[in-house]
């Protein structure tokens, strides 16, 4: 790969350039990765620029990548702007996260006003989320999410088929499926769905499935759990150290609390502070 690297360099084919720096990256070379995307974008790819943002990232340079993003955004490259109000939100600005995802609305990606919808719901602003998602339209996304939201508010089992409908596209749908199926007294069809969820990588359901399993079977909601973990869903380190608690392995709940309350999680926060000290 040394050799085809100093070969692809010191050429002109973008594409190539290009195809380098994902290999290298795939590789975990991210440093080479970034030399190659910073080589493609000199020779003209202006589009190149959201691949020197995902790598900046990878190196934790974010302001970089928040910039390498605008720079992709200009460039035409709409997604850009989505992986940009995600990092912004990282970060902590929210008005620049709730800007960049409606600048992604606005170039004709539904994904964005979905996105911003989720960041003012967060935010309490509840007719500002609703009126988001009216805006992404006939959005599947958009759909899912407003069923979820009503279940959420009414936990009426009338929704029943607006989220099978939406569970397919969303795993909070999915998750709040099972959630509406375990209310009206159908655990095994709950399950079902939770590691239908899990298995088409919908992180949501881990949690929820962590959680049933935790009834009848220890193990199996241990290894839930990390796999949620592993997913991305912080707050099932929570959980998983409660269960550990329970078995009496302080030491791994201890960390798994710190590093839910790392995270943002305020339950694992509480739970650390309240954890009794020796």
Not at 242 to 251: F, Y
Request: aromatic share 6%.
């Amino acid at each position: 790969m040394d050799e085809r690297m100093r070969v692809v360099l010191a050429g002109a084919d973008v594409d190539a350039v290009v195809d380098l720096g994902c290999d290298l990256a795939d590789a975990g070379r991210q440093e080479d990765a970034l030399v190659c995307f910073e080589r493609a974008v000199e020779l003209g790819g202006d589009w190149v620029w959201g691949n020197v943002g995902n790598t900046l990232l990878e190196l934790d340079r974010p302001l970089e990548a928040a910039e390498a993003y605008r720079r992709a955004a200009a460039a035409g490259e709409t997604d850009a702007w989505v992986h940009l109000g995600h990092l912004l939100e990282s970060l902590g600005d929210l008005d620049g996260a709730a800007g960049a995802f409606a600048a992604a609305g606005e170039s004709g990606l539904p994904e964005g006003f979905v996105e911003l919808a989720h960041l003012r719901h967060d935010r309490g602003d509840l007719p500002g989320a609703d009126a988001a998602l009216t805006r992404a339209g006939e959005d599947p996304q958009a759909f899912a999410l407003r069923a979820c939201w009503e279940w959420e508010a009414t936990l009426d089992p009338q929704l029943e088929p607006r989220l099978r409908a939406g569970a397919a596209v969303s795993g909070a749908a999915r998750a709040a499926l099972a959630a509406l199926l375990l209310l009206t007294r159908r655990a095994g069809q709950a399950q079902q769905q939770l590691e239908l969820g899990a298995k088409l990588g919908q992180r949501e359901c881990w949690l929820p499935l962590g959680n049933l399993l935790a009834e009848s079977d220890i193990d199996a909601a241990e290894a839930a759990y990390t796999a949620g973990i592993a997913a991305g869903d912080a707050y099932c380190h929570h959980n998983l150290a409660l269960l550990l608690l329970e078995r009496g392995n302080r030491q791994r709940a201890e960390f798994h609390l710190a590093a839910g309350a790392a995270a943002g999680d305020d339950l694992a926060r509480r739970a650390l502070r309240d954890l009794p000290r020796d």
